[in-house]
């Protein structure tokens, strides 16, 4: 196991978002990102970081005693070690899941990870990076976010949920920008449009300070 991979940050804490929401959980965050969304909450992650070997990511891992593993980013894949990494993780016996952009290939993450794909929505700003061929190679327990920073990425997100029958082939995740939309009417919309999807907001930011890091 030589595989050595740029990391910002490893820490345990409560899964702020997807449908494990509320569970305790290990993050795994690598560093680095070619995309730069307008709403990104995570700048820190996109340069430096510590190079670490794959067995030192692993015994800092195991070192929480959590069977939950999410490893995020930046972007994960932009660095190729991840895919060891990922099947490592599910080796040791873990429950892993991978946030990733949709900005690159997903079809050879190990099939017993759990993805949660971003599809960016123009309020991004990166849309133009979508790689739509990933949906193909989503399953059941797989998911798919839309971060939305107004009404206008609403009405495209609801729009491509229906094109896609996003509904039929995986979890869906609407989740607003912190602060940036008001929450019954977004909610209040969703029921009327009987939209197949899961709204949810960022739950570490609700209990710890939406600036710190580490949780």
């Avoid at 070192?63 to 894949?77: A, F, K």
């Amino acid at each position: 196991m030589s595989t050595t991979l740029q990391i910002t940050e490893i820490f345990h804490s409560i899964q702020g978002e997807s449908t494990r929401v509320g569970q305790p959980c290990v993050f795994v965050r690598l560093t680095g990102c070619p995309l730069r969304c307008t709403w990104c909450d995570t700048e820190y992650a996109f340069h430096g970081g510590e190079t670490m070997p794959l067995e030192t990511i692993l015994d800092r891992v195991q070192s929480y005693g959590c069977s939950l593993v999410e490893v995020t980013g930046g972007e994960p894949l932009h660095q190729p070690g991840a895919l060891v990494l990922l099947q490592k993780l599910c080796d040791t016996g873990y429950q892993v899941m991978i946030e990733t952009s949709g900005s690159f290939d997903i079809s050879a993450i190990d099939p017993r990870v759990s993805i949660i794909m971003d599809v960016k929505c123009p309020g991004s700003g990166m849309t133009d990076r979508m790689r739509w061929g990933n949906i193909e190679h989503l399953s059941l327990k797989d998911e798919v976010k839309f971060v939305l920073k107004d009404q206008a990425d609403y009405e495209w997100a609801a729009d491509i949920v229906k094109h896609y029958r996003l509904g039929e082939r995986c979890a869906v995740l609407f989740s607003p920008v912190f602060g940036s939309l008001d929450l019954q009417p977004l909610a209040e919309q969703i029921l009327s449009d009987r939209l197949p999807v899961r709204m949810q907001v960022q739950l570490h930011k609700l209990i710890w300070d939406p600036e710190t890091r580490g949780v």
